[in-house]
C-alpha cells in the first residue's frame, strides 16, 4: 500500500474548477464536473495543505475558492470558510450542540454527519441532533437557525441526524424529529419559515435527490419506514413501505430513466419503476440478493452502476442499471464503507480506513490503476474533487492534494 507524500507544497489551482456545493456533488450524484487529472497517475500524491478542523463525518465542500466544512470540537459544533489555496480560515462560526451517542454507534462519533449545501449565496447546516441553521457564505454571519425541541420528543433519529439538505431554488428540504415522528419538511431558504410539511415518518439517514419520474418533478428518499416521493409543493406522490435491520435506511437513491434504484442493510439491491400521474404505480422491475448495500450509496457511469455491497467485507461491483446483472465484482475486504465518485475515465473509491483506490470506468472488469494512503485516521466523509484539487475529510483533519500538473 502506497502512502502519500506528506511535504506540503502550495501550487496553483485549476481555473476550470467546477464547485462542489452539496452532498455528492453540483446534482447529487456522486459525478465530478470537468475534472483535471494526471494522465499518468504518480507514485504519491503531492499534498497542498493540511488543517485541523475538527470531528465529523461532514464532507467538505468547494464554492469558488473557498472550503466549507462542518465539524465538531467537543460539545461545539463548528462551521468554517477556508481559503481553497492554502487553507487559511477565513471565518469560524459555533453553536454549543450536546449530543449523547446511542451505544450503537459510538465508533462514529458525534457527528457532524449531515453534509452542508449551499445556494444562492447561503450556507445550510444539519448538525447532529437536529438544529437547522443557515449562514451568509460570504460573511459567516448566521441568518437564521430552526431548533425542533419544542415539536418532538426526539429530534434527531437512534443514530443521529445524517440527511444532507437539498436546496432547491428558495426551498431547503430536510427530515426533521426523530425515531417513530417526524416531518419531512421544505423551510425558506431567505428566512427559514416552515413552507410545509409531508411525510410524518421518521427521519432516515439517506439524503433526497431531486428528479423527474413519469413528468412529475420531485423529491426521492427513503424515510425511517419507506421510499417516497414527494412534489415541491409538498404532496405525497407515492410510498413504497421499505425497513431494514435496526432501522438504517441510509443509501441515497439513484434514477435511471424511470427506475428508482435503491438499498437497505440486508436487503437486495432493487429497482422499482414508477409510472402515472395522480394515480401513481409502483412495479418492480429487478432485485439483486448479491449486492445488499449497507452505508455506500452507488454512482451511474452511462448504462452502469456501480457500487459497494457489504458482503464479503464489502465488495465493488459494477452492474447493468436496467436489469441488474452482473458485470463485475472485485475482490473482497474493500473496507465497511465506500465514497465513489466519478472522475472522467476513473472512479475515485475511499474507503472509510484511509484508503483511496482509483480504478477505471469499465464494465469489463474490475481494473484498480492506483491505491494510496490519503489518512491515517477513519475516513468517513465522502472525498470531493475540483478541478485538479481533492480534499479528504479524516477524524480530525482536511487535507488538500494536488492531482495534475496545471
Not at 470531528?55 to 460539545?75: F, N, Q, W
Request: glycine share 8%; hydrophobic share 40%; charged share 20%.
Amino acid at each position: 500500500m502506497l502512502r502519500a507524500f506528506c511535504l506540503v507544497v502550495l501550487l496553483p489551482l485549476s481555473a476550470v474548477a467546477a464547485d462542489w456545493p452539496q452532498w455528492r456533488g453540483p446534482n447529487r450524484d456522486g459525478v465530478v464536473a470537468t475534472p483535471k487529472l494526471p494522465a499518468h497517475w504518480p507514485e504519491t500524491l503531492t499534498q497542498l495543505w493540511q488543517v485541523t478542523v475538527g470531528e465529523g463525518h461532514s464532507s467538505p465542500l468547494i464554492v469558488g475558492k473557498r472550503v466549507y466544512i462542518h465539524t465538531r470540537a467537543d460539545d461545539v459544533e463548528v462551521v468554517r470558510c477556508l481559503d481553497l489555496a492554502d487553507g487559511k480560515e477565513i471565518w469560524k462560526q459555533t453553536n454549543p450542540a450536546p449530543y449523547e451517542m446511542n451505544s450503537a454507534a459510538t465508533a462514529h462519533g458525534k457527528g457532524p454527519k449531515s453534509t452542508p449545501a449551499l445556494a444562492e449565496g447561503k450556507l445550510v447546516t444539519f448538525g447532529i441532533s437536529g438544529i437547522l441553521s443557515a449562514f451568509d457564505a460570504s460573511s459567516g454571519k448566521l441568518l437564521w437557525r430552526k431548533d425542533f425541541s419544542r415539536t418532538f420528543r426526539n429530534t434527531s433519529p437512534l443514530y443521529g441526524t445524517a440527511l444532507s439538505p437539498l436546496i432547491d431554488g428558495n426551498r431547503v428540504l430536510v427530515h426533521v424529529g426523530g425515531h417513530d415522528a417526524g416531518a419531512l419538511s421544505a423551510f425558506s431558504l431567505d428566512k427559514g419559515q416552515t413552507l410545509w410539511t409531508a411525510s410524518k415518518d421518521g427521519p432516515g439517514y439517506s439524503s433526497p435527490v431531486l428528479v423527474t419520474l413519469a413528468g412529475q418533478k420531485q423529491y426521492v428518499l427513503q424515510t425511517q419506514r419507506a421510499l417516497v416521493g414527494v412534489s415541491p409543493a409538498g404532496r405525497l406522490l407515492w410510498q413504497l413501505p421499505y425497513t431494514t435491520e435496526y432501522d438504517q435506511n441510509i443509501v441515497t437513491p439513484v434514477i435511471f430513466n424511470d427506475l428508482v434504484i435503491h438499498s437497505g442493510y440486508n436487503r437486495p439491491l432493487q429497482a422499482i419503476r414508477v409510472t402515472g400521474k395522480g394515480t401513481w404505480n409502483l412495479r418492480s422491475v429487478w432485485e439483486n440478493e448479491e449486492l445488499p448495500m449497507y452505508m455506500s450509496s452507488p454512482v451511474l457511469s452511462g448504462k452502469y452502476l456501480y457500487g459497494m455491497t457489504q458482503r464479503n467485507a464489502g465488495q465493488l461491483f459494477c452492474i447493468e442499471a436496467s436489469t441488474g446483472k452482473v458485470a463485475w465484482k472485485s475482490p473482497g475486504r474493500q473496507g465497511e464503507n465506500v465514497a465513489l465518485v466519478k472522475a472522467g475515465e476513473v472512479f475515485l473509491a475511499l474507503n472509510n480506513e484511509g484508503r483511496l483506490t482509483v480504478f477505471r470506468d469499465s464494465s469489463t472488469k474490475f481494473d484498480p490503476v492506483k491505491t494510496y494512503r490519503v489518512a491515517d485516521t477513519p475516513t468517513w466523509a465522502h472525498p470531493v474533487v475540483s478541478g485538479n484539487v481533492l480534499l479528504i475529510k479524516d477524524l480530525e483533519k482536511l487535507t488538500a492534494y494536488r492531482l495534475a500538473e496545471e
